[in-house]
């Protein structure tokens, strides 16, 4: 996330040094991006009220000319709602007082506005109760240059005794139009981020919601689309994005109201139990990250993405690598004789890591399943008799980097670490204590745990430089709530107090071993949310690698990720989750649309699919640039058309892929038509990755007017399913 960097107060409004800075006005402020404006004022009741959040204005004052209505920034359950008892779920923060007296009310106390950077912006707020010692921030940031804002909320408890927060939101949004229609990214395991969208009926609420504490993403990633009047178009109507930045339980809850507004509110769930602030505790809410459109859900991505880049994910601005990871290749089956042919062949075909997934470590009770092991990471010798230290050198002496698979959160029953210490484990007192893939999980509420864990890691990373690249796994949920270290009346804390651990502990390693790439795993997409991805490089997006149930999956997490966070990888086929058997090409074609790697026996190959995979591995890395920090452009959804495609512009270049999703006798689809290309230029388009049926595309190695290929298309001569194209489009000089 981006909230490093120094703050300075912002200078007067009669002295702003930069054009671009927020301007104020008495009791008001305004935010401003480059095509974004959002102004926020306190009223008579001494309230902040948000008066306008949209296209940035020629002049900002006159969002302040309407707000006789303008809702509340951040409402606590003592506001009301259009002079009504705020009864209907209309709030974003909830206490019980130390007394006894459910009751929170906030009036400003007063602002300032930052300047963090040149791109970067933040006004606080600080609300007070006037009765109980509580205080609350309410920061909002802009973002310049990707249009973007974040909003979160920080909770002190002044007093000496501890208060109970029934909810603790991150931010809400007031919007008014005639009809609202919400799109998700719901799933599960093998299935996550699947896109659908309904409409909020009048009176009705929407709740989107996840309780697994640890992967919650896989219930779906915590965002949105919201679209105004209408369902969600790619190029135009009014839409705002929104993506919580947390990898715990939470819930975005959307009303329609009688009233004709919608009331959308987003944050961390403290469900099932209150969270107990102790007295002088203070809690930080996550950031929501938002986006606004005028132009259709494509825009609110594409500023998204690009705000991710620069502060959503580690490393945003750096190429990932080309892997090839052992899992479905060889599972836990593996010696070190078939790991050095693995490397061997993946070095011949170009590849530039290879990462050891699950199965390499274990002393008495030897990870050779997934019944035995965790919690135990020291190396077994039976299987690796030279060490970590031997794999990591003979990557090197072919010219490759190592990478190793880790799942510290967890412990199996058979492990000695569960017989020295039962009780650093998740569970009920006087309940069975439930396994989930032969696992408990560890108490990272604990500090002793936590210290463990980057103890271990700590040895792992520092006595083996060589290690560049981490999976980060976590293959359960939380489902017997309860910690052997939290005390009586912290218990309903668990959840939050577990997910705070877990940050700690990557921070802390990201400190530490700041050369390492890490990517989070969670029994697949379990973590693709922008809390995890601000300690993390990528995420797996899911453990189905079968590349058509990818399309979909990959086509609605990118609403939210860019291209540079999600991993894709070629596998075998048949595919060994779903059994459907698909083309060399049309895998590649999915993967190279992310983050391309590698998981099946690459020795198990033909000759014909090897030197295919060398051709297309090059070109990947000749097109990477444009993959991974191009904007993206969708062009055709695979849930609404049996065509799928997109593209990514960056500088003066294009990368285009379709694929074909099924095939029928009587059947033409449409040309593609680009988009986000410079009419007035010229373009060379050049069909990569060809197989034996040679270019489908009618402009193969034609130069073109980007005018031509945006309004009247490319052709493709599809013949089967699960064929596709990838196309490169190069501005040239003519």
Same mark, same amino acid.
Not at 49 to 78: I, K, M, V
Not at 172 to 196: D, H, P
Not at 437 to 450: E, F, G, H, I
Not at 498 to 523: H, N
């Given at each position: 996330?981006?909230?490093?960097?120094?703050?300075?107060?912002? !200078?007067?409004?009669?002295?702003?040094?930069? &054009?671009?800075? &927020?301007?104020?006005?008495?009791?008001?402020?305004?935010?401003?991006?480059?095509?974004?404006?959002?102004?926020? $004022?306190?009223?008579?009741?001494?309230?902040?009220?948000?008066?306008?959040?949209?296209?940035?204005?020629?002049?900002?004052?006159?969002?302040?000319?309407?707000?006789?209505?303008?809702?509340?920034?951040?409402?606590?359950?003592?506001?009301? +709602?259009?002079?009504?008892?705020?009864?209907?779920?209309?709030?974003?923060?909830?206490?019980? @007082?130390?007394?006894?007296?459910?009751?929170?009310? %906030?009036?400003?106390?007063?602002?300032? +506005?930052?300047?963090?950077?040149? /791109?970067?912006?933040?006004? =606080?707020?600080?609300?007070?109760? &006037?009765?109980? !010692?509580?205080?609350?921030?309410?920061?909002?940031?802009?973002?310049?240059?990707?249009?973007?804002?974040?909003?979160?909320?920080?909770?002190?408890?002044?007093?000496?005794?501890?208060?109970?927060?029934?909810?603790?939101?991150?931010?809400? %949004?007031?919007?008014?139009?005639?009809?609202?229609? +919400?799109?998700?990214?719901?799933?599960?395991?093998?299935?996550?981020?699947?896109?659908?969208?309904?409409?909020?009926?009048?009176?009705?609420?929407?709740?989107?919601?996840?309780?697994?504490?640890?992967?919650? #993403?896989?219930?779906?990633?915590?965002?949105?689309?919201?679209?105004?009047?209408?369902?969600?178009?790619?190029?135009?109507?009014?839409?705002?994005?929104?993506?919580?930045?947390?990898?715990?339980?939470?819930?975005?809850?959307?009303?329609?109201?009688?009233?004709?507004?919608?009331?959308?509110?987003?944050?961390? /769930?403290?469900?099932?139990?209150?969270?107990?602030?102790?007295?002088?505790?203070?809690?930080?809410? &996550?950031?929501?990250?938002?986006?606004?459109?005028?132009?259709?859900?494509?825009?609110?991505?594409?500023?998204?993405?690009?705000?991710?880049?620069?502060?959503?994910?580690?490393?945003?601005?750096?190429?990932?690598?080309?892997?090839?990871?052992?899992?479905?290749?060889?599972?836990?089956?593996?010696?070190?004789?078939?790991?050095?042919?693995?490397?061997?062949?993946?070095?011949?075909?170009?590849?530039?890591?290879?990462?050891?997934?699950?199965?390499?470590?274990?002393?008495?009770?030897?990870?050779?399943?997934?019944?035995?092991?965790?919690?135990?990471?020291?190396?077994?010798?039976?299987?690796?008799?030279?060490?970590?230290?031997?794999?990591?050198?003979?990557?090197?002496?072919?010219?490759?980097?190592?990478?190793?698979?880790?799942?510290?959160?967890?412990?199996?029953?058979?492990?000695?670490?569960? @017989?020295?210490? !039962?009780?650093?484990?998740?569970?009920?007192?006087?309940?069975?204590?439930?396994?989930?893939?032969?696992?408990?999980?560890?108490?990272?509420?604990?500090?002793?745990?936590?210290?463990?864990?980057?103890?271990?890691?700590?040895?792992?990373?520092?006595?083996?430089?060589?290690?560049?690249?981490?999976?980060?796994?976590?293959?359960?949920?939380?489902?017997?709530?309860?910690?052997?270290?939290?005390?009586?009346?912290?218990?309903?804390?668990?959840?939050?107090?577990?997910?705070?651990?877990?940050? #700690?502990?990557?921070?802390?390693?990201?400190?530490?071993?700041?050369? =390492?790439?890490?990517?989070?795993?969670?029994?697949?997409?379990?973590?693709? /949310?922008?809390?995890?991805?601000?300690?993390?490089?990528?995420?797996?997006?899911?453990?189905?690698?079968?590349?058509?149930?990818?399309? $979909? *999956?990959?086509?609605?997490?990118?609403?939210?990720? !860019?291209?540079?966070?999600?991993?894709?990888?070629?596998?075998?086929?048949?595919?060994?989750?779903?059994?459907?058997?698909?083309?060399?090409? $049309?895998?590649?074609?999915? #993967? *190279?649309?992310?983050?391309?790697?590698?998981?099946?026996?690459?020795?198990?190959?033909?000759?014909?699919?090897?030197?295919?995979?060398?051709? #297309?591995?090059?070109?990947?890395?000749?097109?990477?640039?444009?993959?991974?920090?191009? /904007?993206?452009?969708?062009?055709?959804?695979?849930?609404?058309?049996?065509?799928?495609?997109?593209?990514?512009?960056?500088?003066?270049?294009? =990368?285009?892929?379709?694929?074909? *999703?099924?095939?029928?006798?009587?059947?033409?689809?449409?040309?593609?038509?680009?988009?986000?290309?410079?009419?007035?230029?010229?373009? %060379? =388009?050049?069909?990569?990755?060809?197989?034996?049926?040679?270019?489908?595309?009618?402009?193969?190695?034609?130069?073109?007017?980007?005018?031509?290929?945006?309004?009247?298309?490319?052709?493709?001569?599809?013949?089967?399913?699960? @064929?596709? +194209?990838?196309?490169?489009?190069?501005?040239?000089?003519?």
């Amino acid at each position: 996330m981006d909230k490093a960097g120094a703050a300075v107060r912002l !200078p007067g409004k009669n002295d702003l040094p930069f &054009p671009h800075l &927020p301007t104020m006005t008495p009791d008001s402020v305004h935010l401003l991006t480059r095509s974004s404006q959002m102004t926020l $004022f306190r009223d008579e009741q001494g309230r902040v009220r948000r008066a306008y959040y949209g296209p940035r204005l020629r002049e900002p004052e006159d969002a302040l000319e309407s707000t006789a209505d303008a809702p509340l920034l951040y409402s606590a359950l003592a506001d009301s +709602v259009t002079g009504l008892p705020n009864a209907s779920d209309e709030y974003c923060i909830c206490a019980t @007082q130390a007394d006894g007296t459910l009751s929170l009310r %906030l009036e400003c106390q007063g602002w300032e +506005v930052l300047e963090l950077d040149d /791109d970067r912006e933040e006004a =606080v707020f600080y609300g007070k109760d &006037p009765s109980y !010692p509580v205080r609350v921030e309410i920061h909002v940031r802009s973002h310049r240059e990707s249009d973007a804002f974040l909003q979160w909320a920080v909770i002190r408890n002044e007093g000496r005794e501890g208060i109970r927060l029934h909810r603790a939101a991150s931010a809400q %949004l007031n919007l008014r139009a005639e009809r609202y229609f +919400v799109t998700s990214f719901r799933g599960t395991w093998g299935g996550e981020s699947l896109m659908s969208e309904e409409e909020v009926a009048r009176g009705h609420e929407l709740a989107l919601v996840s309780g697994t504490g640890t992967r919650a #993403a896989q219930e779906g990633s915590p965002g949105f689309v919201i679209s105004l009047d209408g369902p969600a178009r790619e190029d135009a109507g009014e839409v705002v994005l929104g993506a919580l930045a947390w990898p715990g339980n939470y819930r975005i809850w959307f009303r329609h109201s009688p009233y004709h507004y919608l009331f959308a509110g987003a944050g961390l /769930d403290v469900a099932p139990a209150p969270y107990l602030l102790d007295g002088g505790g203070v809690f930080e809410t &996550p950031p929501l990250i938002l986006a606004h459109s005028g132009n259709g859900k494509g825009e609110a991505s594409r500023r998204i993405h690009r705000w991710a880049r620069r502060y959503g994910l580690r490393g945003g601005g750096t190429e990932r690598l080309t892997l090839l990871n052992s899992w479905e290749g060889v599972y836990f089956t593996f010696t070190e004789k078939v790991l050095h042919g693995m490397m061997k062949r993946a070095a011949d075909l170009g590849i530039e890591l290879f990462v050891l997934d699950d199965g390499w470590f274990g002393g008495q009770f030897p990870r050779n399943d997934a019944r035995a092991g965790l919690g135990d990471w020291q190396v077994n010798r039976a299987k690796l008799p030279h060490g970590l230290e031997g794999l990591i050198r003979q990557a090197e002496k072919l010219g490759m980097r190592f990478g190793i698979w880790v799942e510290p959160e967890m412990v199996n029953p058979c492990s000695e670490l569960y @017989q020295k210490h !039962p009780e650093w484990v998740i569970g009920l007192p006087h309940r069975e204590n439930r396994l989930e893939r032969s696992q408990y999980l560890l108490d990272l509420s604990n500090p002793d745990v936590r210290a463990y864990i980057l103890e271990v890691m700590r040895k792992l990373l520092g006595e083996h430089p060589g290690i560049s690249y981490v999976k980060w796994d976590c293959n359960r949920k939380i489902s017997d709530p309860g910690s052997p270290w939290l005390d009586a009346s912290h218990q309903g804390n668990l959840s939050i107090d577990y997910v705070r651990g877990y940050e #700690a502990i990557l921070d802390a390693l990201a400190a530490e071993f700041p050369g =390492v790439t890490f990517q989070a795993c969670s029994s697949g997409g379990g973590r693709a /949310d922008y809390g995890t991805m601000r300690r993390h490089h990528e995420f797996w997006t899911s453990d189905n690698t079968d590349a058509c149930e990818r399309v $979909f *999956m990959q086509w609605g997490i990118g609403h939210l990720f !860019p291209a540079i966070s999600m991993a894709a990888h070629v596998t075998a086929s048949p595919n060994h989750q779903t059994g459907r058997a698909t083309p060399l090409k $049309f895998r590649f074609d999915v #993967a *190279m649309s992310a983050r391309l790697g590698f998981e099946l026996q690459p020795c198990d190959m033909t000759k014909e699919d090897a030197a295919f995979s060398k051709r #297309a591995l090059a070109e990947y890395k000749r097109i990477r640039p444009v993959v991974q920090f191009g /904007d993206l452009y969708r062009l055709s959804s695979p849930y609404e058309s049996r065509v799928a495609a997109l593209m990514y512009v960056h500088e003066k270049r294009a =990368v285009v892929v379709a694929w074909l *999703m099924d095939k029928w006798l009587a059947d033409s689809p449409p040309p593609l038509r680009l988009k986000g290309l410079n009419p007035a230029a010229r373009y %060379l =388009v050049r069909e990569i990755n060809l197989d034996e049926n040679g270019p489908l595309a009618n402009v193969h190695e034609r130069v073109l007017g980007g005018d031509f290929l945006m309004n009247a298309g490319i052709r493709i001569n599809w013949k089967n399913a699960f @064929q596709s +194209v990838c196309m490169e489009v190069t501005e040239t000089g003519s």
